[in-house]
């Protein structure tokens, strides 16, 4: 909610959302497009394990809160929280959104499966399957599972077989 039906005056919600916006995350929040990802139609198998633990990691900080530059366990900002729940699947990945985003393979928005990350210049979520991601969406918000918007571009953590 925005402008009179938040109760803040919109000059305040103006400078929220660029502040926001310069400290990174957050910067999801107020360039978010209004499009929604719409699950693939076709079944896939079960999760990996390595899929499901990381997933799992990011459901149990639903509820935390924001913090810039946080990387938990009491709160997290978008990255911090990306790169914490793959580290718990035994991946290392980058820090930023950014090095994340330079870092990872990108696949089309049609193949998005539970696990990938999913990429705004300043924010990243994860998908976690059924049109949903879990982010640190921002200070106001925290750690979210909310509908995924359609992102600039899908990452996927390549992982070789064991």
Not at 94 to 112: K, N
């Amino acid at each position: 909610m925005v402008g009179r039906a938040s109760g803040l005056p919109r000059a305040a919600v103006t400078a929220l959302g660029l502040s926001l916006a310069f400290l990174g995350c957050g910067g999801g929040y107020s360039r978010a497009p209004r499009a929604y990802v719409t699950p693939p139609p076709r079944m896939y198998a079960p999760l990996d394990p390595r899929t499901s633990a990381v997933i799992g990691f990011a459901e149990a900080q639903v509820g935390k809160r924001y913090c810039w530059g946080g990387n938990g366990p009491k709160c997290f900002d978008c990255s911090g929280l990306v790169q914490a729940a793959w580290r718990w699947g035994g991946i290392a990945l980058p820090r930023t959104s950014d090095a994340q985003g330079r870092a990872l393979f990108e696949v089309p928005i049609e193949d998005v499966r539970a696990g990938d990350i999913l990429w705004w210049r300043g924010h990243v979520g994860l998908y976690v399957g059924n049109g949903e991601m879990i982010d640190a969406y921002h200070s106001g918000a925290g750690v979210v599972r909310r509908r995924a918007v359609v992102p600039e571009r899908v990452l996927r953590v390549l992982v070789s077989p064991s």
